[in-house]
């Protein structure tokens, strides 16, 4: 009689579906923005479903985003939501080891007609290619999921003694299970880093700008050279950008267009080349997040280069009923401010150039709304594609409506830059120093003040424009110990600063900047 020998059996194990389902997500979100970077006119899922999360999330939650993660508020959301998607796929996994495989189907089609519907809701896509796309990458994952689990896959307590044979041993389908899942995991993550790379690529470096860098740069009466002190003109890459945009607009300066319409009696439309064509004129000025804290960081002053929008406004004939000034992005994003704005003299311009460049993309290329003296979001429209006239009633900016004031001047302030919050200084005399704005009225002095001593008044920097910060500078003294630097600024209208401190929302924050450093031999 001849003795039986132990034979396998495998099946598949929870974390083999687990893992499938996952992977599965993870090459559908990728090949999604492969092919976003790919197609012109396909937008990027992932962040199609962001732009719908941004414009429905409470202000509360919005404005603690901003707060706790500054400018990468946007990288967190995305990462947060390719995380939960993940987390989804992995609970679809381990239903499918209980229930089997075909729940898959119709959880995957589901998931990819809501990321179809946010695709879809966006701008400047072409719907046939993006049904395609949502298409293919729903397929994609599917095929992807049943390809991983039709290898058989056990683990050691998968052993069966006597059961029939498959012919399949354990460890080798183990092994052709965790080959195909990495490269799987490798093409899902290459696919969605290179389409994100391909994503943020901008046909900018076509443009070119005849009368850009004509104004002259910062003399040294400009400003002071401190280390540590935020230049005078802040450089494109470091410049703040505080938007609602998940992804920065990818625009063809061949196909775009201005539009002036609305309550006028000669609606225009204009190219970039006619723009650009124009009589450009440039100008130092200093723009401001309302949601900037006291001595926070989301202000900036650089040259801006564009049309005077009042030049184009007088060409188009606003009527008598015309109140407000509406910019329109691409992505439908709007801010709006009183026509008043546009003669008063402040001279605010149609921007198509940065710091003598084209405009990053991620500052507004082809073209944005430069509006000295108001907070960016009654003014700053980036991407801009139409400026409508309307009543100042017929209209809310994008934030007024999220508890945001409808009109939005920027508030005169001061902030230190050095020394840092926190630094250890040697006894003694210590330079402070920082920056000031009050664009339109200027800044008359900056005074700072140890503990609550006497205000010392501070050395200004010449200022570039009455539109422009200035840099200030003291020497002060601190013996050894803990101390306390605040800071103000007057106005050239002769208005000091207020100290009553109060949050960004719903007109900015205001308040004296303050920091603690400790003086140590």
Known sequence: METAHPTTRTTRSRGAYITAAVLAAGITLGIGELLAGLVERVPSTLSSIGAIVVDNVPTSIEQWAIDTFGTGDKAVLLIGMILTTLLIAAAVGNWMYR?????????????????????????????PMTI??????????????????????????????????????????????VGRAA????????????????????????????????????????????????????????????????LVPRVSVDSWKLRIDGLVDNPLEFTFDDLAERDLVEEYITIACVSNPVGGSYV??????????????????????AEQVVGWSVDRWASGFPIEAVFDGREPLVAIAMNDEPLPARHGFPARLIVPGLYGYVSATKWLERIELTTWDGFDSYWVPRGWDKEGPIQTASRIDVPRRGERVQPGEVVAAGVAWAPLKGIASVEIQVDEGEWIEAELSEPLSAKAWVQWRAAVSVPEGDHTLRVRATDGTGEVQTPVERDSLPSAATGHHTIDIKARA
């Open 99 to 127: 229930s089997g495989v075909v729940v898959a189907a119709p959880i995957f089609v589901g998931f990819g007609a809501v990321g179809l519907a946010a695709s879809l809701n966006q701008t400047l896509i072409s719907v």
């Open 132 to 177: 395609l796309a949502a298409v293919l990458t729903t397929g994609t994952g599917l095929y992807v999921l049943y390809w991983l689990l039709s290898t058989p896959t056990g683990s050691l307590t998968d052993t069966v003694v006597g059961a029939p044979t498959d012919g399949v041993p354990a460890d080798l389908s183990r092994r052709q299970f």
């Open 183 to 246: 490269g799987v995991g490798a093409v899902a993550a290459t696919s969605g880093l290179l389409g994100r790379r391909l994503l943020t690529a901008t046909p900018r470096s076509t443009v070119t700008l005849p009368a850009a860098g004509t104004l002259p740069g910062p003399a040294p009466e400009n400003f002071f050279p401190i280390d540590g002190l935020k230049e005078v003109v802040v450089p494109n890459d470091a410049f703040y950008r505080i938007d609602t945009a998940l």
């Open 300 to 321: 900036g002053n650089a040259k801006w280069t564009g049309v005077l929008l009042s030049e184009l406004l007088t060409e188009a004939r606003p009527t008598d009923e």
